[in-house]
Every structure is written in C-alpha cells, then in structure tokens.
C-alpha cells in the first residue's frame, strides 16, 4: 500500500489567499484526522471524519478552516483567508477499526508557509 | 498545566547508549498509551503502546507505565544512529468512543552519535 498520501508536499502563499490541502487515506480505513504541527503547540488534532462524516471539529480554531471528506478515498482542508500564523506542518492520518486502540497512520506532511 | 508534558530536549548520546524519555500527564482518563517516532520531515509513526499500567517491551524498546504517577517512559537499548529522530508521547482515553483523541507531547529531539 502507498500509505496516506498528501498534496502539496509544500506551499507557499501570500496572506488572503485561500489555500486547500488534499489527502488520500489507507485504503479500507476508515477514520480520518486532519492535525496541524508547529513548534509552540505540537501536534494538534483539527478534526476527524468517521466513515465520511465529521464528528469532531472542535479542533478546527476559527470559520477561516473547513474541511471535507466527499468519499472514503479524499478530504480537503481549506484555509480561507489564510493568515501567517497558519504557517504550520499539517498531517492527515487514517486508521481503521481495530479491538482496542486504533492505529493512526500518518502522512507525509503540507508544509504551509503564509507571508 | 498542560494535559501532556515532555522534556523538548535536545537529547545526544554516544551510539549503544540506553535512551531514557519521558512524558508527565495530568489527566487521569487517559488510559491508552502510546510513544511515536518521527524523522526529520516525515510523519510520526507509531513504535509502540501500553493499555494502563505496566510494561511492554518490543526488541530493544521498553515502554513503562505508572498511572499512579501519571508518567511514562520509553527507553531504548544499544541505541543506534537510526534511531535519531523526534520522539513524541501520545494518550487517549477509553470511554465513549473517544478512544480516537491523542494528545501529543511536543516531542523530544534525539541525535544518536556513530
């Protein structure tokens, strides 16, 4: 399997502009989690998608952030207006169900720099 | 105080060494534990995880377990220099299907020398 995979692997943008992340998780998982990472606050959860539906955004920090999930095999996270201080490394994950704990399977990473 | 607290570091040891890290929590819902290692522009990756207390060991990997100190460790034998990356503690708690919530440390940077 080619694992989760991600787009862009980088982007650089100017302050206003609106900026979209894509990801394609594991094939058959079937939970997906957008989280963002920076230096001062680490890796934070955004939201997470069960078979297609949100069911947690309290992670999301304001209305400038939305995300999608249309089918089981893509989801968007867009950023618009994006601002400097969403410059950050953000990773979508996917897991699928197991007994007790699942295993989260990362992505490689956007790394978003807004100027 | 923050739910998760982990040394930043950075940590260097000689190649062999035994690697110690370390990860204090406040929250006593947590019930599942778990350490993930992560290179250098590359997505975290899970290594290993502890349900409650105890131990669980996995090759040259230890993970520890002390709810009742609310710290966790994870150490590493005959550490090698591919062992180099950022290590992050990760928990969640089990109850109501909010096994899926991991709070993440900041990570402590590790650089094992050849």
């Known amino acids: 399997d080619a694992g989760v995979i991600q787009s862009p692997r980088h982007e650089v943008t100017e302050m206003g502009q609106e900026v979209t992340l894509r990801c394609k998780p594991i094939?058959?998982?079937?939970?997906l989690f957008w989280y963002r990472q920076t230096m001062m606050r680490g890796l934070e959860l955004l939201i997470y998608f069960n078979n297609n539906v949100p069911i947690d955004d309290s992670g999301m920090p304001e209305d400038r952030f939305s995300a999608k999930m249309p089918n089981a095999s893509f989801s968007t996270l867009k950023i618009q207006p994006s601002e400097p201080r969403d410059s950050a490394v953000y990773f979508c994950?996917?897991?699928?169900?197991?007994?007790?704990?699942?295993?989260?399977?990362f992505g490689p990473g956007t790394r978003l720099l807004v100027l | 105080q923050k739910e998760v607290e982990q040394d930043p570091g950075p940590l260097s040891v000689p190649e062999g060494a035994i690697v110690s890290l370390n990860c204090t929590y406040s929250?006593?819902?947590?019930?599942?534990f778990m350490w993930y290692r992560q290179y250098s522009r590359k997505g975290p990756e899970l290594l290993m995880y502890t349900y409650s207390s105890g131990n669980k060991e996995d090759g040259r990997f230890t993970a520890q377990v002390d709810k009742s100190s609310k710290y966790i460790s994870l150490f590493i034998r005959d550490s090698q220099p591919s062992d180099s990356a950022t290590y992050l503690c990760?928990?969640?708690?089990?109850?109501?299907?909010?096994?899926?919530?991991?709070?993440f440390g900041k990570g402590t940077l590790l650089t094992v020398n050849p």
């Open positions: 094939s058959g998982h079937n939970s």
């Open positions: 994950a996917s897991s699928f169900p197991e007994l007790y704990q699942e295993t989260q399977y």
């Open positions: 990760a928990m969640s708690p089990n109850s109501g299907g909010s096994n899926y919530k991991l709070t």
């Open positions: 929250n006593s819902a947590f019930q599942y």
